[in-house]
């Protein structure tokens, strides 16, 4: 009998293309000369932690991949292509080549439906990648040496519904965890996710996006929202978090509405743990954060409202 699976651990991984294009990474056609590098650095320390926990898969749940009916899985051996960001081709144009866990992906398909929920595999061998899950993938492991899935945002969630919404990502939660229990697998999660999401409607100096002089939170506002959410998760207040969410997501925007963060602490059965904080800085003027959830020190599930819902 096959050892059951885990969820070693979670983070909050960010997607801003901006962050690749300051890595220069072969794969990346623009050049740059930097920037960004507080949310670099924190990526740098995130993958000495993935790297020493030997996850067997990546599962990514990015808002960028959106679907209008149901939820969809990568369900193709080995995915491949040339992605680019349609809002920023002069930044990201970038050469993917990846493996996909199939069994695995064919495991929360399963789960999904048990749960009553419409989801859907993505078995299009031709299939474009989307940038969220480029970028997070990317700044996660480099390497590119570990199998990943990457999950759709479902229309319904991203358009932030507190009855709806929520509900179904907890469901997507449910099903992830089980999938990984069964199929026996060492899992990180990654919630592809900015935190407070206006931003600026243009860049300052098209010619020099990396200029860091000119980056800056959106507003102070936003600022307070991103470190009182950031606070909670650094204290492991899970009760709390969760009430101010849809409170968060009203008055920042946060892109968390897209459903990955609530998918993920669901799957996690919403860990009582203090998160760590690796680095907070902007992109165009969007918080952002690298958060971690070390499910491997003795994580106790919440015993809370939200656990086992």
Same mark, same amino acid.
Do not use: C
């Given at each position: 009998?096959?050892?059951?699976?885990?969820?070693?651990?979670?983070?909050?991984?960010?997607?801003?293309?901006?962050?690749?294009?300051?890595?220069?990474?072969?794969?990346?056609?623009?050049?740059?000369?930097?920037?960004?590098?507080?949310?670099?650095?924190?990526?740098?320390?995130?993958?000495?932690?993935?790297?020493?926990?030997?996850?067997?898969?990546?599962?990514?749940?990015?808002?960028?991949?959106?679907?209008?009916?149901?939820?969809?899985?990568?369900?193709?051996?080995?995915?491949?292509?040339?992605?680019?960001?349609?809002?920023?081709?002069?930044?990201?144009?970038?050469?993917?080549?990846?493996?996909?866990?199939?069994?695995?992906?064919?495991?929360?398909?399963?789960?999904?439906?048990?749960?009553?929920?419409?989801?859907?595999?993505?078995?299009?061998?031709?299939?474009?990648? +989307?940038?969220?899950?480029?970028?997070?993938?990317?700044?996660?492991?480099?390497?590119?040496?570990?199998?990943?899935?990457?999950?759709?945002?479902?229309?319904?969630?991203?358009?932030?519904?507190?009855?709806?919404?929520?509900?179904?990502?907890f469901k997507l939660g449910r099903a992830t965890r089980r999938a990984i229990e069964k199929t026996g697998r060492r899992a990180v999660l990654a919630a592809s996710n900015t935190?407070?999401?206006?931003?600026?409607?243009?860049?300052? +100096?098209?010619?020099?996006?990396?200029?860091?002089?000119?980056?800056?939170?959106?507003?102070?506002?936003?600022?307070?929202?991103?470190?009182?959410?950031?606070?909670?998760?650094?204290?492991?207040?899970?009760?709390?978090?969760?009430?101010?969410?849809?409170?968060?997501?009203?008055?920042?925007?946060?892109?968390?509405?897209?459903?990955?963060?609530?998918?993920?602490?669901?799957?996690?059965?919403?860990?009582?743990?203090?998160?760590?904080?690796?680095?907070?800085?902007?992109?165009?003027?969007?918080?952002?954060?690298?958060?971690?959830?070390?499910?491997?020190?003795?994580?106790?599930?919440?015993?809370?409202?939200?656990?086992?819902?």
């Amino acid at each position: 009998m096959s050892q059951k699976g885990q969820i070693v651990s979670g983070y909050i991984a960010p997607h801003p293309p901006h962050l690749v294009y300051g890595e220069n990474p072969p794969q990346n056609i623009p050049r740059s000369t930097g920037g960004w590098e507080v949310l670099r650095w924190a990526y740098d320390n995130v993958r000495e932690k993935i790297k020493a926990q030997k996850p067997d898969v990546i599962i990514v749940h990015t808002p960028h991949w959106m679907t209008m009916v149901g939820h969809h899985i990568t369900r193709v051996p080995r995915l491949k292509g040339l992605s680019v960001d349609p809002i920023f081709p002069h930044l990201f144009r970038y050469n993917f080549d990846t493996a996909i866990d199939v069994d695995l992906a064919d495991a929360i398909y399963d789960e999904a439906i048990a749960e009553g929920m419409t989801a859907k595999k993505m078995t299009n061998p031709n299939f474009r990648l +989307d940038y969220g899950t480029i970028v997070t993938s990317h700044m996660l492991n480099p390497d590119w040496d570990i199998p990943i899935i990457s999950l759709s945002a479902n229309n319904s969630p991203y358009y932030f519904s507190l009855n709806v919404g929520i509900e179904e990502m907890f469901k997507l939660g449910r099903a992830t965890r089980r999938a990984i229990e069964k199929t026996g697998r060492r899992a990180v999660l990654a919630a592809s996710n900015t935190l407070s999401h206006y931003h600026f409607d243009r860049e300052p +100096d098209p010619n020099l996006p990396e200029d860091m002089s000119k980056e800056h939170v959106f507003s102070h506002q936003n600022y307070l929202w991103d470190m009182r959410v950031l606070q909670l998760m650094r204290e492991g207040n899970m009760d709390e978090l969760m009430k101010v969410l849809p409170q968060f997501i009203d008055a920042t925007s946060a892109e968390v509405k897209s459903g990955g963060l609530f998918w993920m602490l669901a799957a996690m059965d919403f860990p009582n743990i203090p998160a760590k904080v690796h680095g907070y800085w902007s992109v165009i003027a969007t918080g952002n954060a690298v958060v971690e959830w070390d499910l491997t020190k003795g994580a106790n599930g919440h015993q809370g409202a939200y656990a086992h819902a």
